[in-house]
T-cell receptor
Framework: DTGVSQNPRHKITKRGQNVTFRCDPISEHNRLYWYRQTLGQGPEFLTY????????KSRLLSDRFSAERPKGSFSTLEIQRTEQGDSAMYLC?????????????FGPGTRLLVL | GEDVEQSLFLSVREGDSSVINCTYTDSSSTYLYWYKQEPGAGLQLLTY?????DMKQDQRLTVLLNKKDKHLSLRIADTQTGDSAIYFCAASETSYDKVIFGPGTSLSVIP
């Protein structure tokens, strides 16, 4: 257990439904990242928050995806009108403001299956 | 943008050394990383090296960087069955920037 928690751990949904995932970073970790990992591939960057500000979004994050971190603590990632291609593991990671990636911790991920 | 490549599979006998190779394309990548992912477990940062270094050793792990060729390697000495996992090479421009991952090398250790 790295201290970064993600819920749910697994989600099965039908194509066209909306899903929302939650990430709770380690307390006082100001930076929070979302990645997506498909089977047999490395994680791909989706978006990054510093406190509540969303500082960078990947082109992978289509308009069906939205991420928030309203109070600078937990974050949510919502996918609207899910497609089968959205099936993947969604990973969250956090880093303290005063440190770099050497203190980064990943959560266990949310595995999404879109039928 | 950055592109990271690595061989997909490696099989070694227990007790031998493993060497996993990686190439990257963006010379502005300042931080280079090796992550480990075990089945059902999260992604774990194993070690990292700054681009101004040639080598870093950490217990059984040795990272070599050839900045001219943009080639990174991870050597695991005395490989154990517990080292069986997927190893990802990764790069970033700053210590807090997004990380670009390679496809991963699946290491199998034969007892």
């Amino acid at each position: 257990d790295t201290g970064v928690s993600q819920n749910p751990r697994h989600k099965i949904t039908k194509r066209g439904q909306n899903v929302t995932f939650r990430c709770d970073p380690i307390s006082e970790h100001n930076r929070l990242y979302w990645y997506r990992q498909t089977l047999g591939q490395g994680p791909e960057f989706l978006t990054y928050f510093q406190n509540e500000a969303q500082l960078e979004k990947s082109r992978l994050l289509s308009d069906r995806f939205s991420a928030e971190r309203p109070k600078g603590s937990f974050s949510t990632l919502e996918i609207q009108r899910t497609e089968q291609g959205d099936s993947a593991m969604y990973l969250c990671a956090s880093i303290p403001l005063a440190s770099g990636i050497e203190t980064q911790y990943f959560g266990p991920g949310t595995r999404l299956l879109v039928l | 943008g950055e592109d990271v490549e690595q061989s997909l599979f490696l099989s070694v006998r227990e007790g031998d050394s493993s060497v996993i190779n990686c190439t990257y394309t963006d010379s502005s990548s300042t931080y280079l990383y090796w992550y480990k992912q075990e089945p059902g477990a999260g992604l774990q940062l194993l070690t990292y090296i700054f681009s101004n270094m040639d080598m870093k050793q950490d217990q059984r792990l040795t990272v070599l960087l050839n900045k001219k060729d943009k080639h990174l390697s991870l050597r695991i000495a005395d490989t154990q069955t517990g080292d069986s996992a997927i190893y990802f090479c990764a790069a970033s421009e700053t210590s807090y920037d997004k990380v670009i991952f390679g496809p991963g090398t699946s290491l199998s250790v034969i007892p």
